[in-house]
């Protein structure tokens, strides 16, 4: 492989290409361990992005593309792979607020064009934990939720379109800017939430929001599960669509993350099985808090809630939001294991207590922690069972993952299948339509370099 990387420096330059303990030193990230690559490449355009994609397609070298590196499912890991990092690659292009969209390159971060839109009096939606870290193209490729998939959907509904980069080095330029085009196939939908297996994502065209006037926010407790799906039906039409999250918090996550060492404190006393942390984002500032208080109350006077708290000011808005983000603290029970499924909220009360009841069954002292984007289906789970190793893990998944076959539910919500979920898919997905995942593999990677061994086995 030396005249291969020979070849990328003469082409890219000496400091596009680290190699040795300095490519291990860029694999890893403070969010996972992502082997050891056989080099770093970090190019500046889509078309060195080509010509790198070019020579490992000739030399049949594997090619895991990077964003973030903030996944949490080893979709990025590059053990003996060419690691292409699109950390270069991070410039907003423009911000066209008459046509309601953003160009950005693939290595722009989150946040960063979140921002980008605010200025120019918009709102780029999504919203996530890693959100100071994670790359727009890294989102794409893992068609990325988080906290406002309820009202704005998934990456997949805010691309309009994209620039990518095939196995062979092909340049596909679809910068579409239209909401509506139905002229052919969405060529977009061949790389959003494929995690770099058919294409790397250089250039993205993303839809933008009307920045909102109003933002209120509440934490409340609430007494049965019964009453979850029956509050959040209350919000939404209560709130005439303006509703933009609704996250669910059970009892022993938020004891978690208000107790010490944890810095944050409870908003609502402890004793509660459920906690919601929900917000609405209108364009009327003082209808918008009167008709969020009348909806609250409402919910008060017939018992779906048993207390509440609305935020009065953005410090507390940012303190409630702080203990759904502040999942850290989950590491002290290591080892821990981390789930993202995806069920119906009519399923959920008893899919975790069949876990619960799993888990307690081989390991009495476990814990598990349960929280998640509920308004949308998606539970995350944490699972500590005292012990660690690949053996316990697997049996930890097994418990975690089987359940979901008999109800429909899904081994990953947003997070992706990587090489962590790949050997339970076929629980969720039937085998037409692996073997047609196959067939656009094949089709579009004929020689299997790019992120080989991720979804399914190579």
Same mark, same amino acid.
């Given at each position: 492989m030396s005249d291969f990387l020979s070849e990328l420096r003469a082409a890219l330059g000496a400091d596009a290409v680290a190699e040795g303990k300095a490519a291990e030193a860029l694999a890893q990230s403070r969010w996972q361990r992502l082997g050891r690559p056989l080099a770093v490449v970090r190019p500046r355009s889509t078309a060195e992005v080509s010509t790198i994609l070019r020579l490992a397609h000739a030399a049949g070298q594997p090619v895991t593309a990077w964003g973030g590196r903030t996944g949490l499912v080893e979709g990025a890991q590059a053990d003996g792979a060419l690691a292409l990092s699109l950390e270069r690659m991070d410039r907003i292009l423009e911000v066209d607020p008459a046509g309601g969209t953003m160009t950005v390159e693939a290595g722009c971060i989150l946040q960063s064009a979140c921002e980008a839109a605010?200025?120019?009096?918009?709102?780029?939606?999504?919203?996530?934990?890693?959100?100071? /870290?994670?790359?727009?193209? %890294?989102?794409?490729?893992? $068609?990325?939720?988080?906290?406002?998939?309820?009202?704005?959907? #998934?990456?997949?509904? #805010?691309?309009?379109? *994209? =620039?990518?980069? *095939?196995?062979?080095?092909?340049?596909?330029?679809? #910068? $579409?800017?239209?909401?509506?085009?139905?002229?052919?196939?969405?060529?977009?939908?061949?790389?959003?939430?494929?995690?770099?297996?058919? %294409?790397?994502?250089?250039?993205?065209?993303?839809? *933008?929001?009307?920045?909102?006037?109003?933002?209120?926010?509440?934490?409340?407790?609430?007494?049965?599960?019964?009453?979850?799906?029956?509050? +959040? @039906?209350?919000?939404?039409?209560?709130?005439? %669509?303006?509703? /933009?999250?609704? =996250?669910? +918090?059970?009892?022993?996550?938020?004891?978690?993350?208000? /107790?010490?060492?944890a810095t944050n404190r409870p908003v609502l006393p402890w004793g509660h099985p459920y906690y919601v942390l929900t917000e609405s984002l209108g364009g009327d500032r003082e209808a918008d808090a009167e008709r969020f208080l009348r909806?609250?109350?409402?919910?008060? =006077?017939?018992?779906?809630?048993?207390?509440?708290?609305?935020?009065?000011?953005?410090?507390?808005?940012?303190?409630?939001?702080?203990?759904r983000d502040d999942v850290g603290q989950t590491s002290r029970h290591r080892p821990i294991y981390t789930f993202d499924v995806s069920l119906g909220i009519a399923d959920m009360e008893a899919y975790v207590a069949a876990v619960r009841a799993s888990l307690a069954e081989r390991w009495p002292a476990f814990t598990l922690m349960v929280f998640g984007h509920l308004g949308d289906g998606n539970l995350h789970l944490i699972a500590g069972v005292g012990a660690g190793g690949p053996e316990v893990r697997r049996a930890v998944e097994e418990r975690i993952y089987r359940p979901l076959a008999a109800i429909g539910g899904s081994i990953s919500a947003e997070h992706g299948v990587g090489?962590?979920?790949?050997?339970? *898919?076929?629980?969720? @997905?039937?085998?037409?339509?692996?073997?047609?995942?196959?067939?656009?593999? @094949?089709?579009?990677?004929?020689?299997?370099? +790019?992120?080989?061994?991720?979804?399914?086995?190579?």
């Open positions: 605010e200025a120019k009096g918009c709102q780029f939606p999504l919203d996530l934990g890693a959100r100071g /870290s994670a790359t727009i193209g %890294g989102n794409i490729a893992t $068609n990325a939720g988080g906290n406002r998939v309820i009202r704005f959907g #998934m990456m997949r509904d #805010m691309v309009l379109g *994209l =620039e990518a980069v *095939l196995a062979d080095g092909t340049v596909v330029s679809s #910068m $579409n800017r239209l909401i509506k085009n139905n002229a052919g196939y969405d060529l977009k939908q061949l790389f959003i939430g494929t995690e770099g297996t058919l %294409g790397v994502v250089t250039r993205a065209v993303l839809r *933008l929001r009307a920045l909102p006037a109003s933002q209120d926010t509440a934490f409340l407790a609430v007494d049965a599960f019964e009453k979850l799906p029956r509050l +959040l @039906r209350r919000l939404e039409q209560g709130l005439g %669509g303006a509703l /933009s999250a609704f =996250e669910v +918090l059970w009892a022993d996550f938020y004891q978690l993350v208000t /107790s010490a060492p909806v609250l109350t409402e919910a008060l =006077e017939t018992g779906e809630i048993a207390d509440a708290a609305i935020a009065k000011s953005q410090a507390e808005r940012d303190e409630m939001w702080a203990l090489l962590q979920k790949r050997d339970f *898919l076929a629980l969720s @997905r039937s085998a037409e339509e692996i073997a047609l995942m196959r067939t656009l593999k @094949r089709a579009l990677d004929p020689r299997g370099i +790019l992120n080989p061994g991720k979804i399914f086995e190579a």
